[in-house]
């Protein structure tokens, strides 16, 4: 704990010096330091993701995410600091927020989606086809090339999770055919970006849709076997979802136990740059041991 303070009270100083460069500085200046500092931002995010420690990861990420709206209001077109925010809003509700307090993650998915929707609009994406029809909206995705990938997926990726805690909102569930194009132009452009997460959003869907809605067990599967490459064995948090929508599905339950052995016993840092996020998939396999009974 006393690790955490130290970190809250070194980010408080960053930004009183930051205040005191904007009073007595230019604009040029001003966001010269401010993207230096988000260099340090980067690389904080980079050691965040190494921390085996979740009560520390949780407030770090709580107090990097205050400091880069704050950051993001004085330099509002600072890619960089968009894509960063997109990110860290989803990986903070994913991990720290949608288990225990849905409603609040929601708001936090959708922070993150706005921040990734002002990075793409600075790539020519027109952020006005999202309210226009399904074909104006998947010709607009064209425009979104391969550098551009890491902001369409934490973008659609937010959206996502917003739509999987609304699903008894219908208005929330018209939006989803358009977070599937922006996943498939993932997988068209780069389907390994992020372990192959776009393939873990189709896999997903498909299992947990039943089929007079789309559902389909044997696609889930396909988009699962794609997550595992990936994976490689050493990304835990595919094989969580694989236990709670395939498994369940199917209602094989010794599958289901044996994937969530597998996520619980893997050292959490078999991939030492992805530790933090094995760490909450294990976090989440032990949560849904708890809830097999109902499930099955």
């Known amino acids: 704990m006393a690790e955490i303070v130290e970190m809250d009270i070194m980010r408080r100083f960053v930004l ?15 966001k010269m330091a ?28 709580a107090s990097d995410l205050k400091l880069l709206e704050a950051l993001i209001k004085s330099d ?27 409603e609040r993650a929601k708001k936090l998915y959708l922070r993150g989606r706005e921040y990734g929707l002002q990075r793409l609009k600075q790539d020519h994406f027109p952020v006005y086809a999202l309210s226009g029809d399904m074909t104006s909206f998947e010709n607009s ?15 659609a990726y937010n959206w996502a999770g917003m739509i ?43 299992a947990l849709r039943p089929p007079i809605l789309g559902g389909n ?21 595919p094989y969580v979802y694989y236990a709670r929508y395939y498994a369940t599905r199917t209602m094989d339950r010794e599958l289901f136990e044996g994937t969530l052995d597998k996520v619980i016993n893997t050292p959490a840092d078999i991939l030492p740059d992805q530790v933090l996020p094995n760490k909450i998939a294990q976090q989440k396999a032990k949560r849904l041991y708890t809830q097999i009974d109902q499930l099955f």
């Open 34 to 61: 401010i993207r230096s500092m988000g260099d340090i931002l980067d690389n904080s995010l980079i050691s965040l993701y190494e921390e085996e420690d979740l009560e520390l990861a949780e407030h770090a990420i």
């Open 76 to 102: 509002p077109e600072n890619e960089k600091l968009l894509l960063m925010a997109s990110q860290g809003f989803a990986s903070y509700a994913l991990g720290f927020v949608e288990d225990r307090e849905p």
């Open 217 to 237: 067990v044997e696609k889930a599967a396909e988009h699962f076997e794609r997550c595992f490459i990936y994976a490689n064995d050493k990304f835990l948090l």
């Open 16 to 30: 009183i010096i930051l205040s005191f460069m904007w009073l007595l500085t230019g604009c040029s200046v001003q």
């Open 141 to 155: 995705l064209k425009s979104v090339q391969e550098d551009d990938v890491p902001t369409l997926f934490w973008t």
């Open 164 to 206: 999987n805690l609304s699903l008894t909102d219908p208005q929330a569930l018209i939006d989803l055919p358009r977070v599937q194009l922006m996943m498939q132009r993932v997988i068209d452009l780069d389907e390994d970006f992020f372990f192959g997460g776009a393939h873990l959003f189709f896999a997903t869907i498909y």
